[in-house]
């Protein structure tokens, strides 16, 4: 019979096997791990269920300079695994930890650039969310008018039919609105979020992720 955590020693043995080599790291004795992409990280998590033992899989970004508002681009890949024995687990989990580890590399291809996580964004303007999130991305990367048209959108949104988080979003982009005659404070402004963020989640400092980063605007 099986120990009562072996299924979570496979997979923190499979996580590791497979993610570690990709610099991700894992957060404490828990089954999630971070990959730092500097002004973004990839959250990655093993997920147990409270019915079986085994794990679901996690994988998404997460973006430091941007406050959650629906429609993220986390997602769960392929189906749970339920583990009955470590000679039916151990091979599953392995396969699995590879999967993820795929989706982080194709998330980082995916995410190179600010200008791509501002297309990726941009393809759905009618989630409010990425309204707000592509106002602030076309910001960073010049587009000043597409920047201004986006936050007035966001300032005539109705918070009684909106929800509760939009007064919070709508002063966040007033704040940014009004800097964006100067590109330098702006960036300042975005730059202070992130930092803020990354303390917050344990990251080390990293004051010039925004300006080591492609910024070129989107022809």
């Given at each position: ?9 496979l ?8 993610l570690?080599?990709?610099g ?11 990959s ?33 508002w629906?429609?993220?681009a986390t ?30 590399v ?10 791509d996580i ?9 989630w ?29 949104l ?8 939009l ?13 964006l005659?100067d ?15 990354r ?8 004051p ?12």
């Open positions: 019979m099986a120990k009562q955590n072996e299924h979570g020693k997979i923190a043995a499979a996580a590791k096997a497979a570690l080599p990709l991700c790291r894992r957060k404490g004795q828990s089954r999630c791990r971070f730092d992409e500097r002004f973004w990280y990839i959250f990655i998590e093993f997920q147990p269920s409270a019915w079986s033992r085994g794990t679901y899989l996690n994988v998404g970004p997460i973006w430091f300079f941007l406050e959650p629906g429609g993220e997602h769960r890949l392929d189906n749970y695994i339920e583990f009955e024995s470590v000679e039916q687990f151990a091979p599953l989990i392995e396969k699995a930890a590879q999967l993820v580890a795929a989706e982080v194709a998330l980082r291809a995916k995410f190179r650039t600010l200008a501002h297309r990726f964004f941009a393809g759905n303007l009618l409010n969310g990425n309204v707000y999130r592509v106002a602030i991305t076309a910001g960073l990367i010049g587009d000043f008018a597409l920047a201004r048209q986006l936050f007035a959108r966001i300032k005539g109705d918070p009684n039919t909106h929800g509760i988080l007064k919070d979003r709508q002063a966040e982009c007033a704040a940014l609105a009004a800097l005659d590109p330098q404070a702006y960036r300042s402004a975005i730059r202070e979020k992130i930092d803020i963020r303390q917050a989640r344990s990251f080390p400092p990293d010039q992720c925004l300006e080591a980063m492609q910024l070129d605007r989107i022809e």
